[in-house]
C-alpha cells in the first residue's frame, strides 16, 4: 500500500507567499492522479512537500499511512521515482549510467543494476541501442522515455512526475500519454502527475485535482465529472469552452452505425464515375485509406497533376474502438462529411456521419437518464458513488 494523505496541509514561503492553503486529499495506492491548474496556483509545492523536497507549514501528510515529517527524507525518496521536465538527466554520463544511478545508490550491484537497465529501457519504449549515447544526442522524446525510465529503475512504489512532456512536441507528447497508459496499466504505481494542461489531465488521470488561486483546491475528482459537473466557476472555465466536446471521449463510438463507403484502388481511379456532390475514398492493396477524392480530384488526376490535390483523409480516420470525440472530428473534419472507421490493421471498416455520432450521443444520454430515475424512483440511498 503506498496510499498518499495530505490533512490540512498549508505551504507559506518565507516571504508570505500562501502557495498551498489548508489541503485535503487522499489519494489511492496504484491510482493515477494529475494535479492541474494555471500556473502558480501551488501544484508543484504540493507534490514536492510528497518527497519532503519542501517541508509543509502545517498539516500532516502521509505516505502508507505513516507521517512522512517523521522519516528519513533520503529513505522516503529512493521508494519515490521522480520526474521533471527536459527530464533532468546528467549530462556526463550515458543512457545507461543515468538509469542504474539509483538502483546502484540503494546498493545494487553495478552489473545487476546494467541489466535491470537494460530492461528497464524496454520497459518504456527505448530502443537498447540507445544505452551508450548521452542525453544531448536524443531527441526530447527519447530524453523523457529515459527520464521515465530512470525513475522507474529501483521500482519505486510511488511516481511522481512535474509537467514531465511539457517541453516536446504535440505529436511526441500523445506517444509518451499512450505510453504512460500502457505502463501504468501494467505496473499499477501510485503516480501523482502534475501539468497546466487540462488535456493533459483528462487523458491521463484516474482522478483529477484542480488547483485553483492561492493554492486553494478547487474540485478532486474523475476526469469526467470535472468536465460535465465542474464545481464553480473557476473550474468551469479553467476546463474551458470546449468541455462538452471534450467529455464526448468518454462515450464509446462502437454502437455508432458504420454505412458503407464506396472505396476505389488507385488503378480503378480513371474508371469512376462520379456526380458533383460524390466522393470515392481511395485506398491501397491492403483497404488502408489514403484519401478522399471527388470529380475534381478525378480530373485533377487525369490531367496528371498529383493524385492527392483534393484528399485529406488524415483527419477523418478514427479506430472503430475509438470514443465518440474522435468519431465526430473524424466526420467534421472530412473533406466527404464521412469519418472513415478503421479496423486495428489501419483498413477500412466503414464510415460515420456527424448526425450518427449525435444520435448515438442521445442515446447514451436517454439510457443514463432512465437509469437515475430508476434509482431515484427505487429510492436508493445515493446517486453516486462519491456521495455515499
Ligand atoms: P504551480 O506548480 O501551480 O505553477 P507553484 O507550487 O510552483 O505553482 O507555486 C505556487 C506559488 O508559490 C506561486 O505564487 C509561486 O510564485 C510561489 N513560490 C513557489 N516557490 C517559491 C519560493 N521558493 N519562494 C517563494 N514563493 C514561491
Same mark, same amino acid.
Given at each position: 500500500?503506498?496510499?498518499?494523505?495530505?490533512?490540512?496541509?498549508?505551504?507559506?514561503? /518565507?516571504?508570505?507567499?500562501?502557495?498551498?492553503?489548508?489541503?485535503?486529499?487522499?489519494?489511492?495506492?496504484?491510482?493515477?492522479?494529475?494535479?492541474?491548474? /494555471?500556473?502558480?496556483?501551488?501544484?508543484?509545492?504540493?507534490?514536492?512537500?510528497?518527497?519532503? =523536497?519542501?517541508?509543509?507549514?502545517?498539516?500532516?501528510?502521509?505516505?502508507?499511512?505513516?507521517?512522512?515529517?517523521?522519516?528519513?527524507?533520503?529513505?522516503? #525518496?529512493?521508494?519515490?521515482?521522480?520526474?521533471? %521536465?527536459?527530464?533532468?538527466?546528467? *549530462?556526463?554520463?550515458?543512457?545507461?549510467?543515468?538509469?542504474?544511478?539509483?538502483?546502484?545508490?540503494?546498493? =545494487?550491484? #553495478?552489473?545487476?543494476?546494467?541489466?535491470?537497465?537494460?530492461?528497464?529501457?524496454?520497459? $518504456?519504449?527505448?530502443?537498447?541501442?540507445?544505452?551508450?549515447?548521452? *542525453?544531448? %544526442?536524443?531527441?526530447?522524446?527519447? %530524453?523523457?522515455?529515459?527520464?521515465?525510465?530512470?525513475?522507474?529503475?529501483?521500482? /519505486?512504489?510511488?511516481?511522481?512526475?512535474?509537467?514531465?512532456?511539457?517541453? &516536446?512536441? *504535440?505529436?511526441?507528447?500523445?506517444?509518451?500519454?499512450?505510453?504512460?497508459?500502457?505502463? %501504468?496499466?501494467?505496473?499499477?504505481?501510485?503516480?501523482?502527475?502534475?501539468?497546466?494542461?487540462?488535456?493533459?489531465? $483528462?487523458?491521463?488521470? +484516474?482522478?483529477?485535482?484542480?488547483?485553483?488561486?492561492?493554492?486553494? !483546491?478547487?474540485?478532486?475528482?474523475?476526469?469526467?465529472?470535472?468536465?460535465?459537473?465542474?464545481?464553480?466557476?473557476?473550474?468551469?472555465?479553467?476546463?474551458?469552452?470546449?468541455?462538452?466536446?471534450?467529455?464526448?471521449?468518454?462515450?464509446?463510438?462502437?454502437?455508432?452505425?458504420?454505412?458503407?463507403?464506396?472505396?476505389?484502388? $488507385?488503378?480503378?481511379?480513371?474508371?469512376?464515375?462520379?456526380?458533383?456532390?460524390?466522393?470515392?475514398?481511395?485506398?491501397?492493396?491492403?483497404?488502408?485509406?489514403?484519401?478522399?477524392?471527388?470529380?475534381?480530384?478525378? +480530373?485533377?488526376? #487525369?490531367?496528371?497533376?498529383?493524385?492527392?490535390?483534393? =484528399?485529406?483523409?488524415?483527419?477523418?480516420?478514427? /479506430?472503430?474502438?475509438?470514443?465518440?470525440?474522435?468519431?465526430?472530428?473524424?466526420?467534421?473534419?472530412? *473533406?466527404?462529411?464521412?469519418?472513415?472507421? &478503421?479496423?486495428?490493421?489501419?483498413?477500412?471498416?466503414?464510415?460515420? $456521419?456527424?448526425?450518427?455520432? !449525435?444520435?448515438?450521443?442521445? #442515446?447514451?444520454?436517454?439510457?443514463?437518464?432512465?437509469?437515475?430515475?430508476?434509482?431515484?424512483?427505487?429510492?436508493?440511498?445515493?446517486?453516486?458513488?462519491?456521495?455515499?
Amino acid at each position: 500500500m503506498s496510499d498518499i494523505e495530505f490533512r490540512g496541509v498549508t505551504k507559506t514561503y /518565507p516571504d508570505g507567499t500562501t502557495a498551498v492553503h489548508d489541503l485535503d486529499l487522499r489519494i489511492e495506492s496504484g491510482s493515477f492522479t494529475v494535479f492541474v491548474g /494555471p500556473s502558480g496556483c501551488g501544484k508543484t509545492t504540493s507534490m514536492r512537500m510528497i518527497n519532503r =523536497m519542501i517541508t509543509p507549514s502545517s498539516g500532516t501528510i502521509t505516505v502508507a499511512g505513516q507521517d512522512i515529517s517523521g522519516t528519513d527524507p533520503v529513505r522516503l #525518496r529512493l521508494g519515490i521515482g521522480y520526474v521533471i %521536465q527536459s527530464a533532468g538527466l546528467l *549530462p556526463h554520463r550515458t543512457v545507461l549510467d543515468n538509469v542504474t544511478t539509483v538502483p546502484v545508490l540503494r546498493g =545494487m550491484r #553495478r552489473k545487476a543494476a546494467r541489466q535491470a537497465a537494460l530492461e528497464v529501457l524496454d520497459r $518504456v519504449g527505448l530502443d537498447r541501442g540507445l544505452a551508450h549515447r548521452y *542525453p544531448a %544526442q536524443l531527441s526530447g522524446g527519447q %530524453q523523457q522515455r529515459v527520464g521515465v525510465a530512470r525513475a522507474l529503475a529501483a521500482d /519505486p512504489p510511488i511516481l511522481l512526475m512535474d509537467e514531465p512532456f511539457s517541453a &516536446v512536441d *504535440p505529436v511526441v507528447r500523445a506517444e509518451l500519454q499512450a505510453e504512460m497508459l500502457r505502463l %501504468q496499466a501494467e505496473l499499477r504505481k501510485t503516480i501523482v502527475f502534475v501539468t497546466h494542461d487540462i488535456d493533459e489531465a $483528462v487523458t491521463l488521470g +484516474e482522478r483529477i485535482a484542480v488547483f485553483g488561486p492561492g493554492g486553494v !483546491l478547487q474540485q478532486y475528482d474523475k476526469p469526467d465529472r470535472v468536465l460535465a459537473q465542474p464545481a464553480n466557476d473557476f473550474v468551469a472555465e479553467f476546463v474551458g469552452r470546449d468541455r462538452g466536446y471534450r467529455a464526448l471521449s468518454f462515450r464509446s463510438a462502437e454502437q455508432v452505425p458504420l454505412t458503407e463507403i464506396r472505396t476505389a484502388t $488507385v488503378d480503378e481511379i480513371d474508371g469512376l464515375r462520379l456526380l458533383l456532390g460524390d466522393w470515392v475514398l481511395v485506398v491501397d492493396e491492403h483497404r488502408k485509406p489514403m484519401g478522399w477524392i471527388d470529380v475534381t480530384g478525378v +480530373e485533377g488526376h #487525369r490531367a496528371g497533376k498529383s493524385l492527392y490535390d483534393s =484528399m485529406s483523409a488524415g483527419g477523418s480516420l478514427f /479506430p472503430a474502438h475509438g470514443d465518440l470525440r474522435l468519431a465526430l472530428d473524424a466526420a467534421v473534419s472530412s *473533406p466527404s462529411g464521412i469519418g472513415v472507421a &478503421v479496423d486495428d490493421s489501419g483498413a477500412v471498416r466503414g464510415g460515420v $456521419v456527424a448526425g450518427d455520432v !449525435l444520435e448515438q450521443l442521445a #442515446r447514451q444520454r436517454a439510457g443514463e437518464d432512465s437509469d437515475r430515475n430508476r434509482h431515484y424512483f427505487d429510492q436508493e440511498p445515493a446517486l453516486d458513488e462519491d456521495a455515499r
